[in-house]
């Protein structure tokens, strides 16, 4: 008799990168885990979500505890997920405004960020966006979001040889496989977290 082999549950990831430029090496990086998340893992389903559209934080655009429909549609897509992948690039030590806007939206009450696993890669100059890191961590904390330990990703993107094409695509296959490992660790800790959930 055959032994039956239990599937993998599926887990939803939502991938936000926190740069607004159609060339941003964030992004870039954001179309790596897609692609590997199709090609070379089971058991991930990935759904960039676009921040873009996202109105500045205003509570006078909330009426009655509900909101426009481009922020209810980010945030119903946020409390979906399972986990999120945060592609942060660092501007001045910090994360970008328009992902700290972001955040703030989806943790307007109800937070639908809470219990949620996530794990952070970026790009950028010197420490390759480190910092951005570690003030995002300190902001899921209060969100009720747990980040994955190891491995962390931040890459030097101007460090030669090119890590990048001209059209902003990550081409370095070390960070690639890189990457695979962040989901990997990433889809791990979501699984336990959701059987610690039930």
């Not at 060339?23 to 979500?49: C, D, F, H, P, V």
Request: glycine share 6%; net charge positive.
């Amino acid at each position: 008799m055959e032994a039956v082999v239990a599937a993998k549950p599926v887990i939803k990831v939502a991938a936000l990168c926190g740069s607004l430029r159609k060339g941003s090496y964030n992004r870039g990086l954001i179309r790596t885990a897609l692609e590997i998340s199709k090609e070379s893992i089971n058991g991930i389903q990935m759904e960039y979500i676009d921040i873009s559209p996202l109105p500045m934080l205003n509570t006078d655009l909330e009426t009655d505890g509900k909101f426009s429909p481009v922020v209810e549609a980010f945030r119903q897509k946020i409390l979906e997920s399972d986990s999120i992948l945060f592609a942060s690039p660092e501007y001045n030590y910090s994360v970008t405004a328009p992902l700290k806007n972001a955040i703030d939206w989806a943790s307007r009450p109800p937070n639908v960020w809470g219990d949620k696993a996530a794990a952070i890669i970026s790009a950028g100059g010197g420490f390759g966006g480190a910092r951005s890191h570690y003030h995002l961590r300190q902001i899921g904390i209060y969100l009720d979001l747990h980040f994955i330990n190891k491995p962390e990703f931040y890459l030097n993107a101007f460090q030669p040889p090119a890590k990048f094409d001209s059209d902003g695509n990550l081409i370095d296959p070390s960070s690639k496989e890189k990457i695979k490992e962040v989901l990997l660790s990433l889809q791990a800790f979501s699984l336990r977290l959701k059987v610690k959930s039930k």
